[in-house]
């Protein structure tokens, strides 16, 4: 089996990624429509509280475990590989155990605790994926240490597919014996995807094994020493990966937060059963699209911690200070037109991908604005993510970890401090809170260590300009799209359209903007990687001709 190169490695999991995630997005259409809002809250409360136990399960070893394998594999030492690497499997199989038995008895009592008790069942019907995922997990954390992602990429992608295809029939065929029991059987989708997921896994993990007989054979073992125990190889492991894994669970903590306080801070204000649907929107609608716009700067976490770890570790500090301020520059910019194209296009995105089959008035006036000021937050959870990733490569964790328990303290405290004010909106904007003092301070430490830039004055000023015009353009675009582009006589339909007008013209102005404001120039287009260079290309040799031609 081929090692995939750095570049390759992030364009397959960047691509698997953007696919999952569609997958996800097109789950929710058909999940939306069969469920409610308020099913969908049921069926959000167990999946956050799902992802947030099997990150707990897995503990970060998969991060870990990469850079442990990677470094035993370089040295020759394939066999206290094989060893960590069984060592972890044996964790994962534990833990992944003990966090389905605590999922399925305690879905009950945190269920009541929440004031949501018909999001029980859907807990107890995806506990059982927990036996598999974190074994899953591990696996993929193996591959990635053997510089291997393709397998990574298309379990992911099978998984998804399973999940969706098995989510949506058993939410259908289970509809008419009740609500609760139709979103248990979107939620035991996940369990299908496991297997799934497994079934992928455990083809490549045997067609690994037979080529490294096949390379290996009876080669000695480079540096060969006694076997290392089990309890050196898990201190090891924690030791890397507890920092890792506090980091890596924030987003998915603060979502399972907001579904387990949602309903209990609005209920006074509006009602328990509106305050469930708003949480259905927040949790089926918002968050899924809200996770689109950082899929990019999550791929270029991944691919800066061994750049920067490499650096740092040979005091480069030229080159530490280059790499942050690029990937810093390149996530903003990356990330910042999906947000806009998000934000401004919001109420026909919404119209066309989740319809208001209910006709409910709570979704009516709630669901566009939700969505909105959920993805805006969006843009610093993609600076955090970023920022992170450099102290992770230059191995600055308790700053790191103290961001984050921070962060948290932060979300609770502004949460419950607007809601009663503001309602779903101040819990949304503590969420937004939380990602600015975490960026914060990572911004602070990294200043601290290293002499970085991602944008002048002038440029940043420039970006403010260009984000100002591109919001009175997007928000002009649509009150003129909602007036006069009706082309169908189905609402969905008309709101497809829509869509496609503000999302083309919002997604080409942009770019357009950035070099007429010269926020980006020629040569940080040549700093792109390779792929996205040669997409470049032909702007770039335009861009060439015209300054070629000015005097």
């Known amino acids: ?12 999991l960047t691509l698997a990624a953007l696919v999952a995630r569609a997958l996800g997005v097109v789950q929710r259409i058909p999940l939306v429509y069969l469920l409610g809002d308020i099913g969908m809250a049921a069926y959000g409360i167990a999946f956050n509280l799902y992802s947030v136990l099997l990150v707990v399960a897995t503990a970060g070893i998969p991060s870990a475990l990469s850079k442990m394998i990677s470094e035993r594999t370089a040295l020759g030492r394939h066999a206290e590989a094989d060893r960590i690497y069984k060592a972890a499997l044996l964790f994962a199989a534990g833990a992944g155990v003990v966090m389905t038995l605590l999922l399925y008895i305690g879905a009950p009592y945190f269920a009541e605790s929440i004031i949501n008790p018909q999001a029980a069942l859907p807990i107890r019907a995806i506990a059982p994926a927990l036996l598999l995922f974190p074994l899953i997990a591990i696996m993929r954390g193996y591959f990635q240490g053997r510089r291997m992602m393709m397998p990574n990429g298309i379990s992911q ?14 939410a259908y065929l289970l509809l008419g014996h009740s609500l609760e029991f139709a979103v248990a059987g979107a939620s035991f989708g996940g369990v299908i995807g496991s297997i799934a997921a497994a079934a992928v896994m455990l083809y490549y993990a045997m067609r690994l094994r037979s080529s490294d007989r096949r390379e290996l054979g009876a080669q000695p073992e480079a540096g060969a020493t006694a076997a290392q125990p089990l309890r050196s190889i898990y201190a090891q492991l924690f030791k890397l990966s507890v920092p890792i894994v506090i980091f890596s669970m924030t987003v998915t903590l603060i979502y399972t937060i907001d579904s387990s306080i949602v309903t209990l801070l609005l209920k006074d204000s509006m009602g328990e059963e509106p305050a469930r649907e708003i949480l259905g929107i927040l949790t089926g609608r918002a968050q899924s699209l809200a996770g689109i716009p950082i899929i990019l700067a999550v791929a270029l976490s991944q691919s800066i911690v061994p750049i920067i770890s490499s650096a740092y570790s040979q005091k480069d500090m030229q080159q530490v200070a280059g790499q942050t301020g690029k990937v810093l520059q390149l996530s903003i910019l990356s990330g910042l037109p999906m947000v806009l194209v998000i934000c401004l296009a919001a109420r026909p995105i919404n119209g066309f991908i989740f319809g208001n089959p209910s006709e409910s008035p709570i979704a009516a006036d709630y669901a566009a604005p939700v969505i909105m000021a959920l993805t805006v937050s969006a843009i610093f959870q993609i600076v955090m993510q970023t920022s992170g990733a450099v102290l992770m490569g230059m191995g600055r964790m308790k700053p790191l970890v103290l961001g984050v328990v921070i962060g948290i303290a932060v979300k609770l405290a502004a949460s ?3 809601a009663p004010y503001f309602g779903i909106y101040g819990i949304i904007a503590a969420t937004a809170l939380c990602f600015i003092v975490m960026t914060a ?111």
């Open 1 to 12: 089996m081929s090692k995939d190169s750095l570049v390759k490695g992030t364009l397959i």
């Open 157 to 170: 992608i099978i998984e998804q597919i399973f999940r969706v295809a098995t989510s949506v029939a058993l």
């Open 416 to 418: 419950f401090a607007l």
């Open 441 to 551: 301070i990572n911004l602070l430490v990294l200043r601290r260590e290293v002499r970085f830039r991602v944008l002048g004055t002038r440029r940043w000023a420039a970006l403010a300009v260009s984000t100002i015009i591109i919001c009175a353009v997007g928000i002009g675009l649509d009150a003129l799209c909602r007036a006069y582009i009706h082309p169908f006589a189905s609402m969905r339909w008309d709101d497809m359209v829509q869509t496609v007008v503000l999302c083309a013209v919002i997604g080409a102005a942009y770019p357009l903007l950035l070099f007429l404001t010269r926020v980006m120039t020629p040569s940080d287009l040549q700093q792109l990687p390779g792929p996205l260079r040669k997409l470049a290309k032909p702007l770039l040799a335009r861009l060439d001709r015209k300054q070629r031609q000015t005097p």
